[in-house]
């Protein structure tokens, strides 16, 4: 059984920084697109970061671009994402996803229902 899990969410304060952490199993995602997404209660999930199969290339953002950072270890099969400065409209339900199939374009990064396989979320609240 294939199974996300994401860790390191939690309250802090505006400014203030935070590590995701997705651990994953059941299978390898070695080669295979990554991402976060996040989701305010009532609004539709939205794209935070994503990065290529063995991460020469990353995509985020426009709201936390020089904020947030995507990373991933392979031969541990987890995927990170580190956020400083973060502001209270960060707070929402982050949630790890991966794909399971390759991508021919960059577009398909962006959008949640090209994901297969989905953790259960971390809640990151941030406080003015």
């Known amino acids: 059984q294939v199974q996300l899990v994401e860790s390191g969410g939690g309250l802090v304060q505006a400014g203030d920084s935070l590590r995701l952490a997705c651990a994953a199993s059941?299978?390898?995602?070695?080669?295979?697109?990554m991402g976060w997404f996040r989701q305010v209660s009532g609004q539709e999930r939205e794209f935070v970061a994503a990065?290529?199969?063995?991460?020469?290339?990353?995509y985020y953002a426009d709201s936390v671009k020089g904020r947030f950072a995507i990373s991933r270890d392979n031969l541990k099969n987890t995927l990170s994402l580190q956020m400083i400065n973060l502001k209270p409209e960060d707070t929402a339900v982050y949630y790890c996803?991966?794909?399971?199939?390759?991508?021919?374009?960059?577009?398909?990064?962006?959008?949640?229902?090209?994901?297969?396989?989905w953790g259960q979320g971390t809640q990151v609240t941030v406080s003015s």
């Open positions: 996803a991966a794909a399971s199939r390759l991508w021919l374009t960059d577009s398909y990064y962006y959008t949640p229902g090209n994901y297969n396989y």
């Open positions: 059941g299978r390898t995602f070695s080669g295979y697109p």
């Open positions: 990065i290529s199969g063995y991460g020469g290339n990353t």
